[in-house]
């Protein structure tokens, strides 16, 4: 699964590639949606959120997949400081409903944005990333965990357990036949 160098200015394209960013960090909505260029580096390949929910500021490393789809977009990109620019008064996209349904429609599986967030965080699981770099990816406080206290951990440190993370949702995206958890129903779904 490759993202292709073609016209991003869309909203369907925008969306899709925010969707993706969704996948492939577990970032929650809000982070990814409001994101700007300049908490974008390309050269060094992060993406630092300062409004996060735990008000810590969260840099996370770009997995190969993800430098190449910031590249492509930055190519695309209109005058808006936004990577996923809108025409409301936010001047981002705020509403992904109507994608949503034509994804769900088209694919036979039912999501939502926080299903990405815990897509990221089971395939990260079954790799069997350390639970504290899992953690750091997540920007989830460790306040009462006194290991984690002297548990010095950098944005490198992090970055190849994205890989790996990325490198499975790739391969899983391209499987013939794949079961699926629909979260709704909690049942398997053959996709």
Do not use: C
């Amino acid at each position: 699964m490759e993202v292709k160098d073609e016209r991003r200015t869309g909203k369907s394209s925008i969306l899709r590639d925010y969707f993706l960013l969704l996948l492939f960090t577990g970032l929650r909505r809000q982070e990814a949606i409001e994101l700007t260029w300049d908490r974008v580096d390309l050269k060094g390949k992060t993406i630092t959120i300062n409004d996060t929910k735990n008000h810590q500021s969260h840099v996370l490393p770009m997995a190969d997949f993800l430098h190449n789809l910031f590249e492509n977009r930055k190519a695309d990109q209109r005058d808006s400081p936004y990577v996923f620019p809108g025409n409301g008064k936010t001047g981002y996209n705020i509403e992904p409903r109507k994608v949503m349904k034509k994804i769900i429609a088209k694919s036979g599986v039912s999501f939502t944005l926080r299903d990405l967030r815990r897509t990221f965080i089971t395939i990260a699981e079954s790799l069997d990333i350390p639970a504290y770099a899992l953690k750091r990816l997540l920007n989830h406080k460790m306040t009462q965990d006194v290991t984690a206290g002297y548990i010095v951990m950098d944005v490198e440190r992090l970055r190849k357990p994205m890989q790996l993370i990325s490198e499975q949702i790739l391969k899983l995206a391209t499987a013939e036949k794949a079961e699926v958890l629909d979260f709704n129903r909690n049942e398997k779904v053959s996709a």
